[in-house]
T-cell receptor, first 111, second 114 residues
């Protein structure tokens, strides 16, 4: 089975740095994705990790440790528009290679 | 225009009614998916299709059916809607030949069953 855990809610201050953690236990592993979703809107792709280490993309970075079943999304220089839910998703190494999503972390950025 | 388009965007229907949600895409992707999203439960896969006429059950397929008559279109049906099918429904596509193979989502359909 698949089990993906992330905190339900987080609050951070504009201009600060926030780290959103995700732990997973899956039947095989074939990549981890982070998506951003504003309320009532479609999830949009942020990052993809398949090997251990840090992937940096502008203000956003994502880290993966496959041995620990752990990832984090790091958001720097927070802006008010970063208030959204952040979804961790794992692609299981099954024949279908489908994505399994965590419940999402709702981030609120305050002035 | 959006690459993945869902219709309708909002729908209220009565218990027992049949309803169809439509999804069309211009990305040319072979793989298409239907998810539902509920508060506190995240996105859960209902059905997926890897090609025309290919249909596969996801995590929560009971009470739903799908049709993939063309590469660009994937429809989801609720044969007899019930209140616990009230949710936000997303269609998604992906291209397995791409590097990251992330999923691209439609704007969602908010369905309320009363």
């Amino acid at each position: 089975g698949q089990n993906i855990d992330q905190p339900t809610e987080m609050t951070a201050t504009e201009g600060a740095i926030v780290q959103i953690n995700c732990t997973y236990q899956t039947s095989g592993f074939n990549g981890l994705f982070w998506y951003q979703q504003h309320a009532g809107e479609a999830p949009t792709f942020l990052s993809y990790n398949v090997l251990d280490g840090l992937e940096e993309k502008g203000r956003f970075s994502s880290f993966l440790s496959r041995s620990k079943g752990y990832s984090y999304l790091l958001l720097k220089e927070l802006q008010m528009k970063d208030s959204a839910s952040y979804l961790c998703a794992v692609r299981a190494a099954t024949g279908a290679n489908n994505l399994f999503f965590g419940t999402g972390t709702r981030l609120t950025v305050i002035p | 225009d959006a690459d993945v388009t869902q219709t309708p965007r909002n729908r209220i229907t009565k218990t027992g009614k049949r309803i169809m949600l439509e999804c069309s895409q211009t990305k040319g992707h072979d793989r298409m998916y239907w998810y539902r999203q509920d508060p506190g439960l995240g996105l859960r896969l209902i059905y997926y299709s890897f090609d025309v006429k290919d249909i596969n059950k996801g995590e929560i397929s009971d009470g739903y059916s799908v049709s993939r008559q063309a590469q660009a279109k994937f429809s989801l049906s609720l044969e007899s809607a019930i209140p616990n099918q009230t949710a936000l429904y997303f269609c998604a596509t992906s291209d397995p030949t791409g590097g990251d193979t992330e999923a691209f989502f439609g704007q969602g359909t908010r369905l309320t069953v009363v």
